[in-house]
């Protein structure tokens, strides 16, 4: 096989792939955040809809969506391949196993976490994204003289169902402990592993599994509140 | 101490297999492992039957031939140590003792306890060694390598290939003893000469024998008997990648 692909296709190859679009999901996340944190704004949605109308009319960042759909896409498919491969390694189990005893849950159900998050980002895209590109039901605004997608009626809409809500709260702890030890493992498998750096990125790893994900889950929290009063 | 075993019996490798229990009494303190196991060997054998076959050999934690599993552990709940250095004295008088053979498709049940662990033997026949031509052996001064590189590459030769690391990886990988036996050679001038291929062989040969990928649960480390880091598959990734970007094997 060409060298190119027997280096990826190997587990070394495969878990370097899961890396960086790992790494690149997760400078992903900030941006999203960055977005996501305007629908908390109190200017009845304008900064929002400003936002949400510059990212589906920009080049740029529809070429970056693009990119970024394949690596979502990639990152499943390659643990897919990773999980089979691992599955096939140990044919007969253990009657009694210990893992707690060596290894951190979240690290042991990656692949679990992992498959509930595609799930939410499904259904996620289905619910906001295909509505505003192709969905006819979001109502329009006019902002600044340009009539654009009111999205944060739609986002407010929703997050007023007390299930949907809380749906998004459950994802973004199932994503919070995907990136328990994904954040830290993306470097590892890079083959950063220093003794100057270790602390600093087991400390990053742990803060932003904590911090992203609670500040995504606190919008829909508040603005179902909002939706009450 | 009296104690109930529950032990994997497994005629030979084509067995279906299961657990058979075993009652064993005044048991000391302060026996090994093994020697509870012979106890109840001496026994099963003056009874007649087939007593329950294990791997061991030097006894002292230094040859990797003992491997089991107790109660979901390889090697058993003390850190840093091989089941052969394992004492009773870490049980409880009346325990249950759940005792399984490492468990992974490379490492095929031969009977009872004992695995085939000669994948990794030919993981380092893949590359494992150095082979040039040294001529006499050099004065240990002559070739300076500092301190700290000559503890690390010592400690990754520390791995005494028991296998634990397989055993308690959830993917049954065996990246910490592969990269424990590249490392080693990595690290020192005189693996430099085969540095790139040694590394594409063996990992190419680890692949082969069906071993799963790494997922940096970090169980091997905690249950390596000689506590091997994952530093070394951290340095095995980029020896690795480095490899397959210049190495001449196209």
Same mark, same amino acid.
């Given at each position: 096989m060409n060298w190119f692909l027997s280096a990826l296709t190997s587990g070394i190859g495969r878990k370097v792939i899961m890396s960086l679009t790992g790494l690149f999901l997760i400078l992903f996340l900030v941006i999203h955040l960055a977005g996501n944190l305007q629908l908390?704004?109190?200017?009845?949605?304008?900064? @929002?809809?400003?936002?949400?109308? @510059?990212?589906?009319?920009?080049? =740029?960042?529809? @070429?970056?969506?693009?990119?970024?759909?394949? @690596?979502?896409?990639?990152?499943?498919?390659?643990?897919?391949?990773?999980?089979?491969?691992?599955?096939?390694?140990?044919?007969?189990?253990?009657?009694?196993?210990?893992?707690?005893?060596?290894?951190?849950?979240?690290?042991?159900?990656?692949? =679990? =976490?992992?498959?509930?998050?595609?799930?939410?980002? =499904?259904?996620?895209l289905r619910g906001f994204w295909y509505e505003f590109k192709y969905g006819t039901e979001v109502t329009s605004t006019v902002v600044n003289g340009v009539e654009m997608h009111n999205a944060y009626q739609w986002v407010a809409d929703a997050y007023a169902n007390p299930l949907i809500a809380t749906f998004y709260v459950i994802s973004m702890l199932v994503l919070g402990f995907h990136l328990w030890h994904g954040f830290s493992s993306a470097f590892q498998s890079l083959g950063l592993n220093h003794v100057k750096y270790n602390g600093l990125i087991k400390l990053a790893g742990k803060f932003y599994a904590i911090a992203v994900p609670a500040a995504f889950a606190i919008i829909p929290v508040l603005l179902y509140l909002k939706s009450l009063s | 101490m009296n104690l109930t075993l529950h032990i994997w019996r497994q005629k030979n490798s084509t067995d279906?297999?299961?657990?058979?229990?075993?009652?064993?009494?005044?048991i000391s303190p302060d026996m090994s492992f093994l020697e509870m196991i012979d106890v109840l060997n001496e026994e099963l054998t003056h009874k007649g039957e087939d007593p329950v076959h294990f791997d061991h050999d030097c006894r002292e934690g230094i040859c990797g031939t003992c491997s089991m599993v107790i109660n979901g552990r390889p090697h058993g709940p003390k850190q840093a140590i091989t089941t052969c250095q394992l004492h009773m004295r870490s049980f409880n008088d009346g325990d249950d003792i759940t005792i399984e053979p490492w468990r992974a498709k490379a490492? *095929?049940?031969?009977?009872? /306890?004992?695995?085939? &662990?000669?994948?990794?033997?030919? +993981?380092?026949?893949?590359?494992?060694?150095? %082979?040039?031509?040294?001529?006499? $052996? *050099?004065?240990?001064?002559?070739?300076?390598?500092?301190k700290r590189i000559a503890d690390e590459a010592m400690d990754a030769a520390a791995c005494i290939g028991c296998g634990a690391c397989v055993a308690a990886c959830k993917n049954a990988s065996a990246m910490l003893f592969t990269s424990a036996k +590249?490392?080693? /050679? #990595? /690290?020192?001038?005189?693996?430099?000469?085969? &540095? !790139? %291929? &040694?590394?594409?062989?063996? +990992?190419?040969?680890?692949?082969?024998?069906?071993?799963?990928?790494?997922?940096?649960?970090? #169980?091997?480390? #905690?249950?390596? *008997?000689?506590? +091997? %880091?994952?530093?070394?598959? #951290?340095?095995?990734?980029?020896?690795?990648? $480095?490899?397959?970007?210049? %190495? !001449?094997?196209?």
């Open positions: 908390l704004k109190e200017d009845g949605g304008v900064a @929002f809809n400003e936002y949400s109308h @510059f990212m589906a009319h920009n080049p =740029l960042i529809q @070429f970056v969506s693009k990119a970024n759909f394949f @690596f979502i896409l990639l990152h499943a498919f390659v643990s897919y391949t990773l999980y089979i491969k691992n599955k096939n390694a140990r044919p007969v189990g253990y009657k009694v196993s210990a893992g707690s005893a060596n290894s951190s849950w979240s690290s042991r159900s990656m692949s =679990l =976490l992992g498959t509930l998050i595609f799930i939410f980002i =499904l259904l996620h | 279906k297999g299961g657990f058979k229990a075993y009652e064993v009494s005044n490492f *095929p049940v031969v009977k009872d /306890l004992i695995v085939d &662990r000669s994948a990794f033997d030919r +993981i380092i026949q893949a590359g494992g060694y150095v %082979s040039i031509n040294t001529g006499g $052996a *050099p004065d240990a001064n002559e070739i300076p390598i500092p +590249i490392s080693q /050679l #990595a /690290l020192l001038p005189q693996g430099n000469t085969e &540095r !790139h %291929s &040694r590394v594409e062989k063996m +990992i190419w040969q680890m692949e082969e024998e069906g071993f799963g990928a790494c997922t940096n649960t970090g #169980a091997c480390e #905690a249950e390596c *008997p000689k506590e +091997i %880091s994952l530093v070394h598959i #951290a340095r095995v990734h980029r020896e690795y990648m $480095a490899a397959k970007v210049s %190495s !001449h094997n196209v």
